[in-house]
Each structure stands twice: as structure tokens, then as C-alpha cells.
């Protein structure tokens, strides 16, 4: 048997939350009366979530399917609610609403899937993991905290809508789908890792970036890309086939087959000329 | 009133070495008492009982601490400690923010703390935030080494004019600046690099006034003698950080030879070169030189493995280090007096240069006989931040555990340096000379350093353990001006400390054309340049002679 | 009776970032009367600054300045995620008192550089910054760049104090030996004045600094020389990197057309990098041009008591930094604040109005020494006597040179820094019993 521990937000505050301690392995195991009295950060006080939320606890049958079991579900709008889901490490949360900063950030294991949209720096510093996104997101998504050189080291992130500005700026490893658009300077200062944008980018995809893979689906309607790109060739990269496979097992179906054709740009000549951004041919 | 009573006190400047004595403190001085029997009684049984620490280099306060500072908010993200009743809030690992380097040195038992570069422009930004340095008495060096006015001065042909005229720009920037001490960093270089040329070297005429960087220390070193300053020119040489500097540093003694000197961060300035042109360890050479001449002291600039932020006012230095390292960088170029840079750097074990410039510090630290003449320092936080002074100490104190530390470094550290051959571990009373009473002395600071009756009653008590990391990590009480500072490792009260200057013999006034020139080139106005009194509200002004 | 006239010299002006230390004041019978050297604007700001002082109101209504002090403290106490805005125009020693008071409060604290300059400090986090002070530039500078900015019109005696004009040590001619290159999407006055202005289409300061940091390194672009970046063919821009890589010690001043327009934070990171990568070849510096006279110190004061120059949180008792989510214009626009304390800045005219708006739903406690906007509709009102007239105290100049702004004649009202301790220590007191 399994608890599936279910939050759904009472009254939607005036004042900004901080609910780093509403994640799955905080939850895991307690009673009710122990996950009231979780603190949550409500304007400059610490407060009861119990206050907030009401909290429901049931069993749920060991289930046989393949779908994971979620471990804990919020319900709500959460637009004022930030840093949920920080540094979780494991098990699993769903969250049917919209959520504020910093949603997953950190987070080293696990899964988050939000149903609504998100605000800034989601997934920030992200080392393992995934992230799913049936909705819109904010900027500075798997993004550098201010100062830092590198920001997203490792996982999964998917937004099944679109994505802010600086999308993946500053990351070092891991993966980002985005399905619809995204602003101005994904792969922004990229050390490595893999962003694929399925709908239009904004401008200066790929500015400063160092390594790493910029994939551009959509050949339409593209900004022009910065002078310090150069273009390479066209030809369909074997990795190509790897990623849409690893994507369509976490439910996004590619239009595009195996055998898409990509022109090659390589750059930020700026930063040694090692990035590449990769445009549907 | 204070009594502390059976704790063993280390004084050495009075000749005590670890004897059970009471400290007697009435007001805010020492007395020899008796004190009524009503007196407050602090039980110093098991602690180690010594003056308050002098800190004689340390990068606290000003342009470029609060540059570095900016530079890098990831080193605060982690790193804060909450407001409480008594204390502000604070964060920054390596640079800390202004209330907890008082709070954080105040913690290791120091009292006295000097930042040690700042540019005349710039002085009320340093004393600013030395306002909001709780706790400690504070001061600071005014940068001359390439001071428009100085190298005017010196380039006057007449000697007479010449030596009237430096003695009173250097007056009037010490005076207009509030500063301590004439603190000389790479002299010449820094104006050569803003002229897009290489490095100097003693004898190399620097423009405008083509005069050499030897002319600039010798000159400065005797107009602080003929000042009579109670702590002599401050110098950071020509060259740091450049392999092979050591036969410079050398030439550099040589030419000072016989006139009083503070080597700061020596460690930087002591560098064989390899075969192959790589960092090798000088130590054995520049602390043979050393030992012979009395006249000179140094503060070590130890290095201490991890991340920190380098930040001098020898900016051409700071970007070569740019130009290796890459990163962020840093730069701000002060008219007609210096430039200043800011380089983060993290020092690696594992890295064959960093583990020999780790063992150089030790070594000069273990090769000068004299520990009245060394002091220790990581030249906070270019070397390392101050936090770090507990593990340097044992270190110092203990060989088994430098050992350890020496196996982890790279293995070709063997071949450069020379530490394994070093036994000497420092005493406790050692530790007392180069933390307290050593820099006190080199400082002139009379009422400082030491326990005696007439000393400010800035005392530090440590708990005895045999691990001294653990032992100089967090006092048992700090007193300060007799108040109650710290008690069993946390900060119970905090107020400003006295802001130290000089009382000079002379007043400090420009020649009719060095002021002209000033007026002509300046962007402040001749008026507005000196640093108003409200910017040290508690003076001591310390008597020049 | 004969009037008493008092000349005071080496006044500092303390109206933009130049902070121009040479002002004249005549002051007769504690007025000023006669304002000399300073340009029309310093002029204007002087002879007025005497004038058309606020009452003390609470809600509208005129009250002692006892009852004021006692309603602020009423307000920021009972806040629960109160704002502390402003520095821009007083001195550090208030600016301390600000940082302080949020502290105490947990509250939030911001100062206009969020929206003006502080996108050049977060590029410097991220990259660093060569630069220079302005006597640097007055006596060495031999071609001086503005980008984005109209120093005639904004900082006028910018060009002939410190950067066009002024004759410098090394440049005794002034302004026949320097280069001056401006850089903007429309004609200025500055662009007029200069020997070569680069037109360039809106938005694109990206991309120009991008493009220039390939010419100076010689880094392969995918361009031809007749194609367009921001409108102006490669070919000229290799021209300007040409004059650039030439130069003996370059300077850029940059202003809002730099750090507000698209990509904001991240056009200044390209630029320090630019002007960083140009000292491989010769001297180069990049300046903000830096617009209320003190903003600059208030980025320092914060820096060195909190660790940052904007936008430091204080919910959980220790700093914490984050541009967008804790500065002002965030903050009002997801109408996240519940009151604010705002102090020598006039967020009525300078705010868009839509997020401006949300201050006027919340208590607001104003401190300030004229009538404007903001006087019209902040809950408590608190005039007071003005830095570098009726108060002293330190102002940093857009180089970050500090200099002490002086008291030259006496007001009815105490300073900002004497109002905010009164409202400290009651703060201090209401929190302990």
C-alpha cells in the first residue's frame, strides 16, 4: 500500500509564499496533523501549512500499471507560492494549478509535473531529475542563479507550452524540450547540454555559448542567428534519432522523423566556436 | 572592573610565558591592581589568556573589497547569518559584509584590524565601511606607490626641494586620507600598465615623470623615517606572483638595506623559478637575507586551499591573472594615483603552483628565526580569508598535521620546495608574537599587544585543547576596552571601534605647483578631497616619533 | 538691517551622477540667491531647492511630525511584506538607515538602479568590469565612446568636465586631440557634437557589441562585409574596431539605451566582455553614466552591508538577492508588497504607471523635500531638509569616488538620516515591548 497525500490550497494569499518544504520526502510518511504543522514562509513569517492547506491522506491500491504513482498532489492557484518542489530529491508531486519562482529548483531526483503554468527560474541549478510542464513557463528556466557560471548540471526538463527569455542560460548539462516558443537567447552562456525548441525562438538563440546543442525544429519564421555563428553543413545528426526516442517515452511525439535533415551552425565563435545550433532543414 | 583570574597568560612583550596570572582591568585600560574584592571575576581556568589579536594586513573595507564584494553574490548565497538582537545581518564567505568581519574577527579574539590599500580618492569609502566594522579598532594605509604628486616630488632635481617637497605630499596624503601607514604596491608598475607597457624593474623610468621604482621606495622609505611613522613604508614589490621573482625581491632588499620596511604577503614575492621556468619555493634564499636585516619585517600571506577573491591595487597584475585564468574580471583605474583589480581564484591542492605557494608560506613563516619580524597573514582575502587563521596555526604548531596536509598536495611539490625538511613547530607564545605582539610592535602601537598595566584592555581568552585549530577557532571571551565582548564563543555586545590615525610632526601641505598641479588635473576640488573628521567619530591619533 | 551674505565655493552639486564640485552658492539671509557654474539644470535645481516644501500629512490631512513618525512605525510594523525603496537622492549615512530598517523590518529593500543601471551590475556579477574614474578619462582618454546615452542633455557638464573638452594632462588641447564616437538610434545634441555618429536601429545592442567583439579578437563571423548588424554594414564597424584596437586608453560610456533596451543585463555583460577582451590590445574602460546623484552610493552602501547592490530580501533575517523577483518593479507589479517606506526618489513620476499603481492601494510613508507626485497621494508625508543644501553627508559619484555633499543653509526639517533613526529606534522599541 501506498499514501498518495493530496494539498488543496484554502485561500490564495496577498503576500508572496516560500514553500521549499512542500515536497514529496517531506511529506512521505507523516500524519496529517504532522503535515500541517510543516513551516511555510508566508510574507516574513513562518506559518502552519496546515493554514493554508487542507490536507487529505488516502491509500492507494499498489497499482500494477506502468504509470508512476504520485506521491503527492496540489491542487490550487500557487502563482504566489515559490520554491515548491526546491531541492526535492526523490518520489513524485503533481501540482494542478500554477506555481511561482523557483519551482524545482535545485531539485537532484524525482518528478514534478505541474499542470498550469509556472513562474521564473524553474528548474534553476537542476542536477537530476524531471520536469514536466503541461503549460506555459516563466524565464531563467533551468537558468544560473545570479553570478554563477553555470547553472542546469543534470535531468530532464519538458514544457509542453512556451518558454521565457534566457531558457537554459548558463547550463551545464541535461536536456530541455520546449514544444511551443521561447524569448530572446535560449542557451544563453551554455557550458553543454542539449536545448530543443519545437516551436520559434526569440533572438540571440545560442548568444555566448561555450559547448552544447541548440536544436530549432521549426525553420520558420526563425530571428537570424548572431554573426558569430557560422554555418557548417547540412546532413541529420545520429543523435537526432536517440533524442526523439528518449522524448517520445516521456510522452512528446515528434512530427519530424528520424531522418530530419538539420544545417549545422557552429559558434559562439566568441567562446571558442565549439556550441552548435542546429536548424530543421 | 574586571578580574580574570587562572588563566595561563602569554605575554610576551612582558615577559610572561604561560604563567597563572590575573588580568586587572579598570575603565578601559590594564591596571596592576588589586581591584575592590566586588570586582567581576572571569575564570580563566583551562584558557590561554592573550592580548587582542593585530591584524596588520587585511582587505576589509573600500573600492575594491566592496568591488569584490559585488562581483561575486554566489559566494553569499550560501554563506549569511541572520539579524539578532545585538548583531546586523551578514553574508559572503570571502568577502564578508562589513558588521561580520567584525563579528568573525572579533570570534578569533582580534581588537585591532588594518586595511591595507587604500587609494587618497577613495579614502572615505574605506572609512565608511570601516564605520560599519563593529568592534575593532581600525586603520588604514594610504596607496602612494604611484602617486602623481609623489613621483612629481621625486623627480625634482634639487635634493633638498626634493626631500621638503615629498615630505609634505606624503603628509598631506596622510593626513587628507586619515591614513596609518605610506603603503607602497608596485611601484611604478601599475602607472607603466596604464601606459600599455610591460613590467618595471628597479631602474625602469616610469612616465609621466620618469622617475624608477627604486627611487619611489627609497624615497618613501626615508620620508617615513624623516616622519618618523610609527610603522615604515608598507610594501608590496615589483613582480608578484611571477615565478623567479625572488632574485628581485632580493635587489629590492638590497636597495632598502639598512632603512625600516614591511614586506607584506612575502609569500608572493618569493619565487625561484624551475628549470623549465615553473614556481619553485625561495623561501631558503629571501628568509637568509631576511634574517640578517633587522631593519625589516614581513607578514607571510599564507595560502589556504579553496575558493577566494584576489583583489590588489597592482592591476596590471590582477589582469595577467585574467589573461591565465579567465573568468571574471574586475578593474578600476584611479586617476593620478593607482589602479586597483579583482580576480576570483580558487587555490587547489592538486595544483603543482598553488601547493608550492602553500609551502612557501610555511616555509618563510618556519625559515625567519625572528618571530618578532613575521607575522601571520593571508593577506585576507588575496591568499585566503582571515576565517582560516585557526588551521594556519596548526599548521604552524604542529608538523604531524602540516605533513598530512603536505601528502595530499601534488607529488612534484617535493622537487620545488622544502617544507618536509622543516621540524620547527611555533609555541604558543610564538603564536602570540605573530598574531599580537609582533604586529603591534612593527605598528608603533604602544598600548597594544601586550598585557602590561597602561595597555587597552583588549584581551582574548582561548580554551586550552591540544588540537589548536579547535582551540584559536572561536574565543572564549573577548574583551575590548574592558568591555565583555564575547562570551563562551558568541557576541554578546557590539559598538564602534576607535578609528587609529597619526599625529604628525609636520603639516601635511603640497608645494605651490604640486598643489597647482593637483588643481589643474584633479577632478575634486583641492577642497573637497580631504576626508572630513565626521568619518572617524572615534579617533586615537597615535604620536609620529 | 543689511542682509547677510554668505559665498560658498566648492559646492557640490548633487543633482546627476557627475556631482560637479565647483558650484558657486551665494546665499543671503539663508536663501540661496545666486547660483554659479553650474549647468541650467543644477542652476534650476539649486535655486528651487528652498521651495515648495510638503506639510507633515497623514492621509492628506497637515499633523506634527511626532504623530507622522508614529504612523510610519504603526504602518511598517504591521506590515507583513513591507518594501523599503528609494536611496537614489540622499546620503549614504541615510542610505544606512534604510538598509537598517529593513533589516529590523525583514522587509524588502530596492533602489532604482533596478530599472536603470542595475542591469550593468548584474552583468558584472557575471563578467566583471574594466573601468576607470573620470579624471582617468579628463586626462588620458584619447577616444571616449557613448552608447546609449545623451550626456548633453542629460550629465552637460560631463564632456566639458571630465570627457570631451576637458584638458587633461595628456591631452592639453582638449577636445582636438580626442575621438569622440557616438552610438545611438537617434540625432542628439551629444551625437551632433561628435566626430562620427554610428546610427543604429532600436533593440540592437546585442548584437553590435557581439559583432565588435569578433572584429577586435579577429574571431571568424557568418557575415559578409555589406551585411547590416543594427542597420549599419559590417565594413563600418570594422572600421570603429579599427579606431578601437588603436586607441591608447579608450573609455565607453554607456547609458539607458545600453542597459534598458532588449536583452538589458546581458548587452552590458557583452560589453564588459568586450571592453575586457580590447586590453589584450591596448587600455579600455566601459562607465555607466549613472543618473541620480547618489544611486551609485546606494549600491555601494547595500554591497557592503548586505553583500548586494539591489534588490535584497530580508524575509528569513539574512540578505538575500534576487533582481526580478525582489525589485521594485516585480514586486508592485504582482502587487506583492503590503506597504513601503520610500525615501528620496519620486516613484509617482519615474514608475510606469501601472505598476506604480499598486503604491497607491498600500500605505505608503514618503520622506521627502518637495512637493510631487508621489507627495500628492502617500499616506504619511514627511518633509525634510535636503542633501547637499540644507543636509551633509557622502554622495558617490558615478565613478564611485565619494564626496562630501555640504549643509549651506538651515531648514525647519531634520535630514532624511535623522527622520529615518527616529523611525528606527521606534521600530526598535515597538518590536522589543
Given at each position: 500500500m501506498k499514501s498518495q497525500i493530496q494539498l488543496t490550497l484554502k485561500k490564495i494569499p496577498d503576500i508572496p509564499v516560500e514553500a521549499e518544504n512542500i515536497k514529496p520526502e517531506n511529506m512521505a510518511g507523516k500524519t496529517i496533523s504532522e503535515i500541517k504543522a510543516i513551516p511555510i514562509l508566508v510574507g516574513k513569517c513562518w506559518e502552519p501549512a496546515g493554514d493554508w492547506f487542507d490536507i487529505g491522506i488516502k491509500e492507494s491500491p499498489e497499482s500494477d500499471s506502468e504509470k508512476p504513482v504520485i506521491d503527492l498532489f496540489i491542487k490550487g492557484d500557487l502563482t504566489r507560492f515559490k520554491r515548491i518542489g526546491e531541492g526535492m530529491s526523490q518520489g513524485s508531486m503533481r501540482i494542478d494549478g500554477t506555481v511561482g519562482f523557483h519551482a524545482g529548483a535545485k531539485m537532484c531526483g524525482g518528478e514534478l509535473i505541474i499542470n498550469g503554468n509556472t513562474g521564473d527560474y524553474l528548474g534553476a541549478h537542476m542536477k537530476a531529475g524531471l520536469i514536466v510542464v503541461n503549460g506555459n513557463a516563466g524565464h531563467y528556466i533551468a537558468a544560473a542563479y545570479r553570478g554563477h557560471a553555470k547553472g542546469m548540471a543534470g535531468g530532464t526538463i519538458i514544457i509542453k507550452g512556451n518558454a521565457g527569455q534566457m531558457l537554459g542560460a548558463r547550463m551545464r548539462r541535461g536536456l530541455i524540450y520546449v514544444t511551443g516558443d521561447c524569448g530572446d537567447a535560449?542557451?544563453?552562456?551554455?557550458?553543454a547540454g542539449t536545448i530543443i525548441i519545437g516551436g520559434t525562438p526569440g533572438a540571440r538563440a545560442g548568444a555566448r555559448m561555450v559547448r552544447g546543442t541548440i536544436m530549432l525544429l521549426n525553420k520558420d519564421n526563425l530571428p537570424e542567428l548572431l554573426p558569430t555563428f557560422t554555418y557548417n553543413c547540412t546532413y541529420t545528426p545520429s543523435f537526432w534519432g536517440i533524442a526523439r526516442g528518449v522524448l517520445s517515452k516521456m510522452g512528446v511525439q515528434s512530427e519530424a522523423g528520424t531522418d530530419l535533415l538539420f544545417k549545422r551552425y557552429s559558434g559562439d565563435t566568441n567562446e571558442g566556436g565549439r556550441g552548435e545550433i542546429l536548424i530543421s532543414a | 572592573m574586571l578580574r580574570i583570574i587562572n588563566g595561563k597568560v602569554y605575554d610576551p612583550v612582558n615577559r610572561i610565558h604561560g604563567e597563572i596570572r590575573d588580568i586587572c582591568i579598570r575603565d578601559q585600560k590594564i591596571v596592576e591592581g588589586p581591584l575592590p574584592p566586588e570586582t567581576e571575576i572571569i575564570d580563566a581556568k583551562g584558557c590561554v589568556v592573550m592580548p587582542g589579536g593585530v591584524e596588520i594586513h587585511s582587505h576589509v573595507a573600500g573600492a575594491k573589497v566592496n568591488n569584490g564584494r559585488m562581483l561575486c553574490p554566489e559566494d553569499s548565497a550560501d554563506h549569511f547569518r541572520a539579524h539578532t538582537e545585538i548583531l546586523r545581518s551578514g553574508c559572503n564567505g570571502v568577502v564578508p559584509t562589513t558588521f561580520l568581519t567584525g563579528y568573525e574577527y572579533a570570534r578569533l579574539g582580534y581588537t585591532t584590524l588594518f586595511e591595507a590599500a587604500v587609494p587618497p580618492l577613495k579614502a572615505r569609502h574605506a572609512h565608511e565601511e570601516l564605520r560599519d566594522t563593529p568592534i575593532l579598532d581600525t586603520g588604514c594605509y594610504t596607496v602612494m606607490g604611484n602617486n602623481y604628486l609623489v613621483m612629481k616630488a621625486l623627480n625634482e632635481p634639487d635634493e633638498i626641494s626634493r626631500r621638503e617637497k615629498l615630505m609634505g605630499v606624503v603628509a598631506w596624503l596622510l593626513e587628507s586620507t586619515r591614513g596609518y601607514a605610506v603603503k607602497i604596491v608596485n611601484p611604478g608598475g601599475v602607472e607603466n600598465w596604464k601606459w600599455n607597457r610591460g613590467l618595471v624593474d628597479l631602474d625602469t623610468p616610469v612616465p609621466?615623470?620618469?622617475?624608477t621604482p627604486r627611487m619611489i621606495m627609497t624615497g618613501l622609505a626615508r620620508t617615513a623615517y624623516e616622519l618618523k611613522l610609527p610603522h615604515p613604508i608598507h610594501l608590496h614589490t615589483n613582480h608578484l606572483g611571477e615565478p623567479g621573482n625572488m632574485a628581485y625581491t632580493l635587489e629590492t632588499m638590497k636597495a632598502l638595506s639598512g632603512s625600516r620596511a614591511h614586506f607584506t604577503h612575502l609569500q608572493f614575492h618569493s619565487y625561484d623559478k624551475s628549470k623549465r621556468g615553473g614556481f619553485a619555493s625561495g623561501a631558503v634564499a629571501i628568509a637568509e637575507y631576511f634574517n640578517n636585516h633587522p631593519e625589516f619585517t614581513c607578514d607571510a600571506g599564507l595560502i589556504v586551499f579553496g575558493p577566494t577573491m584576489t583583489m590588489t591595487a597592482d592591476a596590471p597584475m590582477e589582469f595577467s591573472l585574467h589573461q591565465m585564468k579567465g573568468g571574471k574580471w574586475s578593474n578600476l583605474d584611479i586617476e593620478m594615483e593607482t589602479g586597483s583589480g579583482v580576480v576570483p581564484i580558487k587555490y587547489q591542492p592538486d595544483s603543482l603552483v598553488n601547493a608550492v605557494q602553500w609551502c612557501l608560506g610555511l616555509e618563510l613563516m618556519l625559515l625567519i628565526n625572528d618571530p618578532w619580524r613575521v607575522f601571520l597573514s593571508t593577506d585576507h582575502p588575496n591568499a585566503g580569508p582571515f576565517t582560516s587563521y585557526p588551521l594556519l596555526i596548526k599548521l604552524l604548531m604542529d608538523r604531524d598535521f602540516r605533513m598530512s596536509w603536505y601528502e595530499m598536495l601534488h607529488p612534484k611539490v617535493k622537487e620545488y620546495t622544502c617544507l618536509h625538511d622543516l621540524t620547527r613547530e611555533y609555541s604558543l607564545e610564538e603564536i602570540a608574537i605573530v598574531t599580537r605582539s609582533g604586529p603591534a610592535r612593527a605598528l608603533g602601537l604602544k598600548n597594544r599587544g601586550h598585557l602590561g598595566a597602561g595597555a587597552y584592555a583588549d584581551v582574548a581568552i582561548y580554551p586550552f585543547f591540544d588540537d589548536k585549530q579547535k582551540m584559536f577557532s572561536s574565543a572564549s571571551y573577548l574583551i575590548k576596552d574592558g568591555r565583555v565582548v564575547v562570551r563562551d564563543g558568541a557576541i554578546k555586545e557590539s559598538f564602534s571601534g576607535r578609528a587609529l590615525g597619526l599625529e604628525l610632526p609636520v603639516k601635511g601641505e603640497l608645494a605651490g605647483d604640486l598643489k597647482e598641479y593637483f588643481e589643474q588635473y584633479s577632478t575634486v576640488a583641492f577642497s573637497n578631497y580631504r576626508v572630513e573628521e565626521e568619518y572617524t567619530p572615534r579617533p586615537e591619533l597615535i604620536r609620529c616619533g | 538691517m543689511d542682509q547677510e551674505l554668505k559665498v560658498h565655493s566648492d559646492v557640490i552639486c548633487t543633482f546627476c551622477g557627475c556631482l560637479c564640485d565647483d558650484i558657486e552658492v551665494e546665499v543671503v539671509d539663508n536663501r540661496i540667491s545666486k547660483v554659479k557654474k553650474a549647468c541650467m539644470i543644477g542652476r534650476n535645481k539649486l535655486m528651487h531647492a528652498q521651495s515648495n516644501n510638503p506639510d507633515i500629512t497623514i492621509a492628506g490631512k497637515p499633523t506634527s511630525l511626532d504623530a507622522a513618525i508614529n504612523e510610519a512605525v504603526n504602518i511598517l510594523t504591521n506590515a507583513r511584506f513591507p518594501l523599503v525603496y528609494g536611496l537614489s537622492s540622499t546620503t549614504t549615512e541615510a542610505q544606512r538607515e534604510m538598509v537598517e530598517i529593513a533589516e529590523i523590518l525583514n522587509a524588502t529593500i530596492d533602489n532604482p538602479s533596478s530599472y536603470c543601471h542595475g542591469p550593468g551590475l548584474m552583468a558584472r556579477q557575471q563578467v566583471g568590469l574594466s573601468s576607470c574614474t573620470l579624471g582617468e578619462v579628463k586626462n588620458r582618454a584619447d577616444l571616449v565612446i557613448f552608447w546609449g546615452c545623451n550626456p548633453l542633455e542629460s550629465h552637460v557638464r560631463h564632456l566639458t568636465r571630465y570627457s570631451v573638452s576637458a584638458k587633461g594632462?595628456?591631452?592639453?588641447e582638449g577636445r582636438k586631440s580626442r575621438k569622440i564616437v557616438s552610438i545611438d538610434i537617434r540625432p542628439t545634441p551629444t551625437t551632433k557634437s561628435s566626430d562620427w555618429f554610428i546610427q543604429v536601429t532600436p533593440g540592437n545592442t546585442f548584437e553590435i557589441a557581439t559583432l565588435l567583439r569578433a572584429l577586435v579578437a579577429n574571431n571568424p563571423i557568418g557575415k559578409g562585409d555589406d551585411a547590416l548588424i543594427a542597420g549599419v554594414a559590417v565594413s563600418k564597424w570594422r572600421e570603429l574596431a579599427e579606431m578601437i584596437r588603436g586607441c591608447k586608453y579608450g573609455v565607453i560610456f554607456f547609458g539607458l539605451g545600453v542597459t534598458q533596451c532588449r536583452g538589458r543585463d546581458i548587452n552590458v555583460e557583452q560589453l564588459a566582455v568586450l571592453v575586457s577582451e580590447i586590453n589584450n590590445h591596448t587600455r579600455f574602460y566601459a562607465m555607466a553614466m549613472r543618473g541620480h546623484g547618489n544611486v551609485a552610493g546606494g549600491n555601494q552602501v547595500m554591497t557592503w552591508q548586505t553583500g548586494f547592490p539591489l534588490a535584497v530580501n530580508f524575509s528569513r533575517g539574512y540578505p538575500r538577492y534576487n533582481p526580478g523577483e525582489f525589485s521594485v518593479i516585480g514586486l508592485l507589479a504582482r502587487k506583492e508588497v503590503d506597504a513601503a517606506l520610500i525615501v528620496a526618489t519620486d516613484p509617482g513620476a519615474h514608475l510606469p504607471a501601472d505598476t506604480g499603481d499598486h503604491l497607491k492601494n498600500i500605505p505608503v510613508i514618503y520622506l521627502e523635500p518637495h512637493n510631487n507626485p508621489t507627495t500628492e497621494w502617500a499616506t504619511v508625508v514627511i518633509p525634510v531638509a535636503q542633501a547637499g543644501v540644507a543636509a551633509s553627508g557622502t554622495y558617490y559619484r558615478m565613478d564611485n569616488v565619494p564626496l562630501r555633499v555640504k549643509k549651506i543653509v538651515d531648514s525647519d526639517h531634520l535630514s532624511d538620516e535623522e527622520v529615518l533613526k527616529r523611525i528606527k529606534e521606534r521600530i526598535t522599541h515597538a518590536q522589543n515591548y
Open positions: 535560449p542557451g544563453f552562456n551554455m557550458k | 609621466p615623470f620618469d622617475v | 594632462m595628456f591631452h592639453p
